[in-house]
Nanobody, 124 residues
Framework: RVEFVQSGGGSVEAGGSLTLSCEASENIMNSHCLGWFRQSTGKEREEVARKYTGDTSADYAESLVGRFTLSQDNIKNTLFLQMNHLKPEDTAVYFC?????????????????WSRGTQVTVSS
């Protein structure tokens, strides 16, 4: 079973930046999908970004385009989320996730492996 070790969360002032890391215990870089999600207190979990295997770029939640960037290090089995120009409404617990099913490339993502989450707090 894949285990994730997250790092990079914490507190930052509005306008600041953070980079989240998610290192997997085994190779997940060939997963059908990789993604980041977040959940704020009292709200449902929302998707931040997702990337299909083989794609050169990720898809982002509309409100985050231009501020957040998903990237990966295939050698270190690590997924990153670069977050810039942070806002108080970005405060949430952030999770990385992988869909490791062996399915056709066109199959929609269903994430079946999740990290435990890390807190990001943005103060105004």
């Amino acid at each position: 079973r894949v285990e994730f070790v997250q790092s990079g969360g914490g507190s930052v002032e509005a306008g600041g930046s953070l980079t989240l890391s998610c290192e997997a215990s085994e190779n997940i870089m060939n997963s059908h999908c990789l993604g980041w999600f977040r959940q704020s207190t009292g709200k449902e979990r929302e998707e931040v970004a997702r990337k299909y295997t083989g794609d050169t770029s990720a898809d982002y939640a509309e409100s985050l385009v231009g501020r957040f960037t998903l990237s990966q290090d295939n050698i270190k089995n690590t997924l990153f989320l670069q977050m810039n120009h942070l806002k108080p409404e970005d405060t949430a617990v952030y999770f990385c996730a992988a869909d490791r099913r062996l399915v056709p490339d066109s199959t929609p993502c269903e994430f079946n492996y999740w990290s435990r989450g890390t807190q990001v707090t943005v103060s105004s």
